[in-house]
């Protein structure tokens, strides 16, 4: 109940955890579908309601765009593990 969520006082904001979300709602694994597009989407006007900011982690191009369009405070573009092992191979690559 994200609305009831939001309205308290304590609660400062929403970060959307999608697969959290998509399994939550029964749907199984997170694929950035209609629904779970629909259910995030629900999500971020419920926060602009009550004044209140989201955060979306966005992996994928079309989840940023997604992530703009409905007003995220924050868009989260990479895991840290997995920028660090970009980061590390791309080290590695210019020694080998």
């Not at 697969?19 to 779970?36: E, H, K, N, Q």
């Not at 982690?57 to 593990?81: C, N, S, Y």
Request: contains cysteine; glycine residues 8%; proline residues 4%.
């Amino acid at each position: 109940d994200v609305a009831a969520i939001v309205a308290l006082p304590m609660v400062d904001g929403i970060f959307v955890g999608p697969s959290d979300l998509s399994l939550s709602r029964g749907r199984g694994r997170y694929g950035f579908t209609d629904v779970d597009r629909a259910d995030i989407a629900h999500v971020a006007a419920i926060c602009k309601a009550a004044s209140k900011p989201w955060i979306m982690p966005a992996w994928r191009t079309d989840e940023k765009f997604f992530a703009d369009e409905h007003g995220a405070a924050v868009t989260l573009i990479a895991m840290q593990q997995r920028a660090m092992a970009e980061g590390l191979e791309m080290a590695w690559k210019r020694v080998c």
